[in-house]
């Protein structure tokens, strides 16, 4: 499966209005602790890959999860291949990461704020040192790919917001500029 | 914590009598498949690390771990450093090393019966492959590595085992020569 993605900085209090009009259904707030790890043997700046341990703590819950990401995979969108499991301890996991030589190299905090409008989930995230976006986002098999993004377009203009303003650049990259 | 792990082979019906008449406590008997993981960067073989995804079925529920090996410290036994973490998805988590560069080298499979003997764990292994093996383990800190190794070889002489007959070549390599 691939991950559709389509990112844009947006005043969440306007937002919230479009989405309430639009009938979006409010999920859960999660708080996520992503750390970002370096490898040892590419660099996964020049590869376009990413190795994460997120952790998201909901109410009095924490959960964590190790994802790969491939590099992208479409110009236009963000879309990437993604390979992820949860894991049962978050520390451990980056243990023995680092006991394979990877290093962390940065995390992304971030309040994060799920809706869902039709098969699309609508995310409003407000990053520690960055402010406020929205990011638009499904997962499709491959073939869906381009249908999935024109889709995602529309439907930042029915939030009244504009694709043009998309940024490519992750959270992560973002805090390293 | 530092894994104290002494393994011999043996028959187990021999020693299945030798733990009743200690009054030792039968536990679980679970299957396990044990992947092993070339790193793209290192030698392991040469550095004396393993990384490993096992996936351990009990009865009708399968769950799996990750687990990262350390040099072993210790000439005497195999005592190592061990970092692991249970993991949602084995193929997941096995997805995620190959797309990082890391290549499976082999799988052990076995079946394996704990029993426990005051603080220790007894473990009787039917090895695909390989045959009977009884290990005798216990985590303990950095400090008691040394006594917890002699009170292992004198458990295994309470079970009718010679500490002499020690094997420090682990099932993998057992397998691979």
């Known amino acids: 499966m691939y991950e559709v993605e389509v990112k844009v900085p947006a005043d969440h209090d306007a937002v919230r209005d479009a989405l309430a009009a639009a009938g979006a259904e409010e999920g859960a707030t999660v708080e996520q602790a992503d750390t ?3 490898a040892p043997h590419r660099d996964f700046a020049s590869t376009d890959e990413a190795l994460r341990v997120r ?3 909901t109410g009095d ?3 964590a999860r190790l994802t790969y990401k491939g590099p992208k995979v479409d110009t236009r969108s963000k879309t990437r291949e993604e390979i992820e499991t949860g894991v049962e301890d978050a520390d451990d996991a980056g243990a ?3 006991a394979l030589g990877f290093s962390p190299a940065a995390t992304v905090r971030k309040r994060r704020t799920y ?3 039709g098969e699309y989930a609508v ?6 040192g960055l402010g406020e976006y929205v990011e638009v986002e499904r997962e499709v098999p491959a073939a869906d790919v381009d249908d999935a993004r024109d889709a995602a ?3 930042l203009e029915t939030l009244g917001l504009d694709p043009a303003d998309q940024i490519r650049t ?3 990259g973002l805090l390293l500029e």
Chains 1, 2 share one sequence.
């Open 36 to 38: 970002y790890y370096d």
């Open 153 to 155: 377009y529309e439907l």
């Open 170 to 172: 992750s959270y992560l």
């Open 55 to 57: 952790r998201v703590r």
């Open 61 to 63: 819950t924490e959960d």
């Open 115 to 117: 809706f869902a409008v």
């Open 123 to 128: 995310v409003l995230d407000d990053v520690a």
């Open 96 to 98: 023995i990461l680092e």
